[in-house]
């Protein structure tokens, strides 16, 4: 017989039961392994190395300086000027009967054809410098009429192309700072298209005709293109009273942000009678990244972050599938027998862990590059404080968020090198691929798209603009998503695959 | 009697075509240590496993203190267990093995130094748990026991890789925890291990318990009707008694029990067919005698799978 016996009374207090407990066991298992604490240190150091390198290796000293918009950004501001200067307020009108362009196919071999910005109009600016502020009104390639301002305002107006038996009759008027512009399909009969506040215009403001020709974007590339319009009815009124009319390329044949006419084109004018024919080439307009393709910008500078990423990969996944190579899963989840907060504690505080890595490479990272860049003559896109932000927490939740994809795609493989696979090929492949310049753009956006690389576009700082035909493909830095939206791809793929690692966890036997 | 620290019962567990429990109910109680023996894949492992919660089963059901594992708040202070002394990372260091695990229960560093002087590991403490060898590993395993400083304690193979003193410092140890009323659950495939330190044994066979008793009733219940006799002439003995209808087996170089013959019929035997001998007493059974007989059958049907289903 067994005998009587007194059950043992435990001396050990039982504690509360948190879910504290469960986060400060698996912080505990995360620091106590120094491959892990070193992985993540490492991680940090790659975004702040490859900024340093991008900084350091980047020489443009000497190059001409990047055209500033009155906003602070950089432009486009290139194109056949027919001006004068004229004091005070008054009143400029002309038609255009003709806005032909031409787009070289080979070396020398100029072929008729459509470029949808073309643009030939009026303009009042405040001056010959680029980057100088001014209002516009425009017939355009295929974008009908418009009236533009200050490089990044934008309006429509009639609709259609111009010819000679459907001019467009154009009108900008001048009061003070305020310019208005009229469009008109007869010449007795306006609309008004737009208004624009443009301050520092001055007393005396450059008016006259212009014509630019931006260049065609197919293919992932650029063809410069070269444009010819004619106007008639000529009248500056209201105040103003003409005198001779000065031809010029604004800003010089080249500019950075200018490629210059096409082989054997040039811009020029002729006046016959009351008629003007002007050839022109360029843009006024902002500068997007492939019109300005010495420029970089915050991503070029944090390129680190795919360096990164296959570190925190790498411990994200071990951080659980070391637990099953050695077997200590049975120890784990016999102390914690509620499996699923087991595998939310560990999310929780490697998702932390990294975030708090991350950020700290991005914020020295960031200035640091930009410093060095600048300090090398580069020109970087400039951005705000508050986008310099959301870049910084939006890199280190980027990578927080595939440390924690990583965790659960190793929870439900149980096997480092398969989860480590799976998730760089579904990370870091589709930020490889749209690397490549000549991935077709809807290939490339539908990449950035659906995959879990859509979270690079947290650190898109660029702008796309409608009125600037371009590549806008993640390759120059474009995103299809925006920034917030493509994170959220991400982690709504690490959040389904915690989910199915944790009904995986409850139904496996450990 | 006490209320049981362990019941298991009816448990049914399949892998693939392998059944691997058929059937396991046993009971382990407070204030002794109870060896679970058995050879090799008879399912020990795969119990203690399913009565932690980490395999589920079949069929049946495994209490601790009445209540599912999984029910348990803060387990450790229930139960705590060894299973294998190599499930540890071998980069961290024996402290903070132990200390994560004891921030999982709530518990303060303060008590992972207790545990790691109680095993007698404090000068290696702050090592790479990566370098120890086999047995400090089931010192440490040991330790993680110890530290929610639980009323049942379940280890699994604890002598693998022990060295002689470490083996005599376990069965010490078991001993003390018994007696302090904690129920003791000890795993193992040799009997000698367990021998004067377990008081009660649950025997494993082919997914089953095929024995569970006191130490003293089994190895009294082994000896009845069992005779040793001591022989020069091993061979011709065997023959002329197996001939008789006794069952025979050698268990020395010059003894032979027999089973099935009274001794006197015995000793008429070997006389009239002129055999040597110099002794035929009744025999007393060791407890490793009891467990060869009781696991002989198993042994044998897992010999017989292995040639007709090579795996």
């Known amino acids: 017989m067994t005998p009587t016996v007194t059950p043992y009374r435990p001396s050990q207090r039982v504690g509360r039961d948190g879910f504290l407990q469960l986060l400060h066991a698996e912080w505990t298992k995360f620091r106590t392994v120094r491959g892990w604490t070193v992985g993540t240190v490492v991680a940090a150091l790659m975004v702040v190395l490859f900024a340093l390198l991008a900084g350091v290796s980047s020489n443009q000293k000497g190059a001409p300086a990047v055209p500033i918009g009155p906003g602070g950004e950089p432009v486009t501001d290139s194109f056949y000027f027919l001006h004068q200067p004229l004091a005070g307020n008054g009143s400029i009108t002309v038609s255009v009967s003709a ?9 020398g071999d100029l072929q008729p054809g459509t470029v949808p910005w073309a643009k030939a109009g009026l303009i009042i600016k405040q001056s010959t410098h680029q980057g100088s502020p001014y209002a516009a009104i425009m017939a355009t390639g295929s974008h009908g009429v418009r009236m533009q301002d200050t490089y990044i305002n934008d309006t429509a107006g009639p609709p259609g192309p111009v010819s000679a038996e459907s001019p467009r009759w154009l009108r900008l008027d001048r009061s003070g700072d305020a310019i208005t512009g009229y469009a008109s399909t007869d ?99 902002p500068a997007v990244r492939d019109s300005l393709p010495t420029g970089g910008h915050l991503r070029d500078i944090l390129a680190g972050t795919f360096a990164a990423l296959i570190a925190v990969i790498v411990v994200g996944a071990l951080f659980i599938t070391a637990e099953y190579r050695n077997k200590m899963i049975h120890l784990t989840l016999a102390a914690s027998p509620r499996r699923s907060r087991v595998l939310v504690a560990k999310a929780i505080v490697l998702w932390a862990v990294t975030f708090v890595a991350g950020l700290v490479g991005a914020i020295l990272a960031a200035p640091l590059g930009e410093r060095l860049a600048r300090g090398n003559g580069v020109y970087i896109f400039p951005v705000s404080s508050s986008t310099e932000l959301r870049v910084a927490l939006g890199t280190a939740a980027l990578l927080a968020t595939a440390s924690v994809l990583a965790l659960s795609v ?52 660029l702008v796309q603009y409608d009125q600037v035909a371009s590549n806008y493909t993640p390759y120059y830095g474009y995103y299809p998503l925006a920034p917030w939206a493509g994170l959220a791809v991400l982690a709504g793929y690490a959040v389904v695959s915690l989910a199915v690692a944790a009904v995986l966890l409850h139904r496996r036997d450990a | 009697m006490s209320a049981p620290a362990i019941v298991v019962a009816g448990l049914r567990k399949r892998y693939g075509a392998t059944l691997a429990l058929d059937g396991m109910s046993f009971t382990v109680r407070p204030g002794v240590v109870t060896g679970f023996m058995g050879p090799n894949g008879a399912g020990k492992s795969t119990t203690m496993r399913v009565i932690l ?32 002394a190599a499930a540890l990372h071998p980069s961290r260091s024996a402290r903070n093995h132990l200390l994560w695990l004891a921030h999982s229960q709530g518990l303060a560093a303060r008590r992972v130094d207790q545990v790691i002087e109680q095993v007698g590991l404090t000068s290696a403490a702050r090592r790479k748990a990566g370098g120890y060898s086999l047995g400090m590993r089931q010192r440490l395993g040991i330790a993680a026991a110890l530290l929610g400083d639980p009323p049942i304690i379940m280890l699994d193979e604890p002598f693998n890789g022990m060295d002689p003193d470490g083996i005599i410092w376990m069965r010490g140890f078991l001993r003390s925890l ?24 649950v025997v494993a066979g082919r997914g089953k318990a095929i024995a569970d008793a006191g130490v003293a009733d089994l190895i009294a219940a082994a000896s009845r009707g069992r005779v040793t006799l001591r022989t020069t002439a091993g061979t011709h003995a065997m023959r002329v008694l197996a001939h008789a209808g006794a069952t025979v087996a050698a268990t020395g170089r010059d003894t ?56």
């Open chain 1, 410 to 461: 190793g929870a439900i493989f149980r096997h480092s090198a398969g989860a480590v696979t799976t998730v760089i090929v579904a990370i870091v492949l589709p930020y490889i691929l749209t690397a490549i310049p000549f991935m077709p753009a809807s290939v490339a956006n539908w990449l950035a798209t659906v995959t879990p690389g859509a979270a690079f576009a947290v650190q898109q700082t």
């Open chain 1, 187 to 285: 010449g007795t009969k306006w609309t008004k298209v737009g208004h624009a506040q443009v301050s520092g215009l001055g007393s005396t403001a450059q008016v006259g005709l212009f014509v630019a020709s931006p260049p065609a974007a197919w293919g992932g590339g650029t063809a410069g293109s070269v444009s010819t319009a004619v106007f008639g009815d000529l009248r500056v009124q209201g105040g103003w009273t003409g005198g001779e009319w000065t031809g010029e390329q604004l800003g010089g044949a080249h500019s950075p942000t200018f490629a210059g006419y096409p082989e054997s084109a040039s811009g020029s004018f002729t006046q016959s009678g009351g008629r003007f024919t002007v050839t022109g080439a360029g843009d006024i307009a």
């Open chain 1, 99 to 107: 806005l032909k362009s031409s787009i070289p196919k080979g070396p």
């Open chain 2, 256 to 311: 032979i029990a027999v089973s099935g013959l009274p001794a006197d019929r015995i000793v008429t035997l070997l006389n009239q067919s002129a055999v040597p001998f110099s002794e035929v007493s009744a025999h007393r059974a060791t407890l490793e005698d009891v467990y060869l007989e009781l696991t002989r059958e198993a042994v044998e049907f897992r010999a017989a799978t292995h040639t007709e289903v090579p795996r």
């Open chain 2, 178 to 201: 018994a007696a302090q009323g904690r129920a003791v659950l000890v795993s193992s495939h040799l009997m000698s291990e367990v021998q004067d330190t377990a008081d009660h044994l």
């Open chain 2, 53 to 84: 919660g980490l395999d589920a089963v079949d069929e049946g059901t495994a209490l601790i203190e009445g209540k599912p594992y999984h029910s348990l708040r803060h387990p450790l202070n229930h139960v705590g267990s060894l299973l294998d």
